[in-house]
């Protein structure tokens, strides 16, 4: 049998009351099991993401908190370096914090990495979610 490593995590009361909702309508028993699966689907997503090799297009889907101070330049300047793969993008209001950014890429799937990682390491973007596909 397996060896189990107990690991402690900490969680917004927001995100954490949402994960909970969540995990008992899907009919999980417990949030050890529920963030397993997490875990799984984002170690399964990274690694394609990090194996893929080519010219590749798709979208990045950027949910972030545009309040957070100097957030919004600093998304700016990133995209601003990536403008080589950058095709287009498209801003909508979500609420008076949140905006989803789409982000239509195409090019070497190492640039699109790199700005999936740049992207998604900064403090106040919540999640981002890549999709993308040999061009």
Known sequence: MARIIRVGVTFP???LKDFDEIIR???YENRSKAVQDAVRMFVSER???QEEKGIHAGVLMMLYDHEVRG???ILTH??????HII???MHIHLSERDCLEAIAVKGDAAEIRKL??????KRGVKTLKTM???A
């Open 13 to 15: 009361p927001d995100l």
């Open 25 to 27: 309508k899907m009919g």
């Open 47 to 49: 690694r394609g993401l």
């Open 71 to 73: 957030l919004e330049s």
């Open 78 to 83: 990133v995209q601003h370096h990536y403008a």
């Open 87 to 89: 095709c287009s993008t």
């Open 116 to 121: 999936n990682d740049e992207l998604s390491a």
């Open 132 to 134: 993308f596909v040999p």
